[in-house]
Structure formats: structure tokens, C-alpha cells
């Protein structure tokens, strides 16, 4: 079996590595929950496999009846960062009413 890696999959490889890298860190830390450790290291994987199966990615696609592989990433990817922002503004969201409870209640503290 010969493999040819090309080089825009040996930039990928590595940065996926280092991506890899920081999220064991945080975990490590405790800066992020086991659930999205498992999450990251669960899309880092299937990015991986994307980049050095490419073929994988067209069959798929060819199943779900998407006419390109790359179609299907990126579809993959749009939903998945729709998701993500949704979170990350539900968590603004109640940050902001947290910190707008706490300052009333220092503020009627303080009087």
C-alpha cells in the first residue's frame, strides 16, 4: 500500500496534534469537563481521519446523497459551529443575568 501525503494534510496532521495538545491541557487543568474533552477529542479524530481518508468523507457523502465529500464537511462543519455559538450564547446569557443578580445584591448591601 503506498501512501502519498500531501503537503496542505501534513500542515493539517500537525495542527490537529497541537489542537489535540491543548485540549489534553485544559483537561488536565480542569479548565474544561470530561463531556467536552470527549467532544474535542471526538471531532479532532474524525478531522483526522477526514485528512488522511479524504475517500472516506466522498462515501459518505455518496450515501447521504451529497454529490462531494467536502460537501459533507463542511455541512458537518456549519451545523456544528451553529451549535456551538447557540451554547456559547446561552452561556453569555446567563452569565450576564448572574452578574446583574450579584450587583444588585451588593448594591443593596452596601446602603
Known amino acids: 500500500m503506498n501512501v502519498l501525503i500531501f503537503p496542505i494534510q501534513l500542515v493539517a496532521i500537525v495542527f490537529m496534534i ?5 485540549v489534553w491541557l485544559r483537561a488536565r487543568e480542569g479548565s474544561i469537563s470530561r463531556g467536552m474533552f470527549l467532544f ?15 475517500e472516506l468523507t466522498t462515501q459518505l457523502a455518496k450515501k447521504l446523497g451529497i454529490g462531494r465529500g467536502v460537501d459533507v464537511a463542511l455541512y458537518i462543519s456549519i451545523v456544528t459551529l451553529f451549535y ?7 452561556l453569555i446569557e446567563n452569565l450576564r ?11 443593596l448591601g452596601q446602603k
Open 97 to 107: 443575568h448572574e452578574i446583574t443578580r450579584l450587583t444588585r445584591i451588593i448594591a
Open 84 to 90: 456551538l455559538n447557540f451554547r456559547n450564547n446561552v
Open 40 to 54: 474535542w477529542i471526538l471531532v479532532w479524530l474524525l478531522l483526522l481521519v477526514a485528512v488522511v481518508r479524504p
Open 18 to 22: 497541537f489542537a489535540f495538545s491543548r
